[in-house]
């Protein structure tokens, strides 16, 4: 398959030129710009990733219509596991089935997100998707299970992203108290108090 090969070599030097007056405090500054050369490769996607791709873009189309777009989400999730966009998917489907608004869908959005920090711990989305299973614990009341999900990815991927991250939202959990535990009920609480 052919590739795309941009070599971007930047170097200037802008040393004696004085900096533009209208920058705030820069009055009569020099500025010294320098860059490395940089080499980008850009691949065409090839085998599955064509068609993950695809689906990618078609799931996009149905942005409003949910149950549309996790039918793209799901295929990707399940019929191409080596694909370099199942990350992603995994993602975008943990999102659509939580912000579905049906607490049914609850446990299949964190099967989702689970499955993506324990299948990639080092991926760049992990973050984001152990920060969406503490909220949902949070607000499913289910302190022992998210705490117990916690506990099971930091022993079964120290040093990782997902692992660390774990660890530090483990050490959180452990010391919000029992009666705060559903932060709903905490709104609740401060609007009967504010009226």
Known sequence: ??????????????????APSSIPGRDNELIDIFSNFVAINVN???????ETLKLLSAARKYNEQKQL???????????????????RALLIAGYVYRYSHD???????IERYGKLVNEYPNSNYCK???AEIFIQYRSMDNRN????????LVSAHP??????KAQEMLNKAMNIP??????RKQVRKRRENSN
């Open 1 to 18: 398959m052919p590739s795309f090969t941009a070599i971007l070599a930047i170097w200037s030097d802008f040393s004696g030129l004085e």
């Open 44 to 50: 065409k996607p090839q085998g599955e990733n064509i």
């Open 69 to 87: 777009s996790l039918i793209y989400f799901d295929k990707i999730i399940n019929e191409y596991p080596n694909s370099v966009h199942r990350e």
């Open 103 to 109: 607490d049914s869908l609850s446990n299949i959005s």
């Open 128 to 130: 984001q998707a152990l």
């Open 145 to 152: 299970d998210g705490i117990n999900f916690l506990e099971k």
């Open 159 to 164: 040093n990782t992203k997902a692992g660390n």
């Open 178 to 183: 029992e009666d705060k535990w559903d932060f």
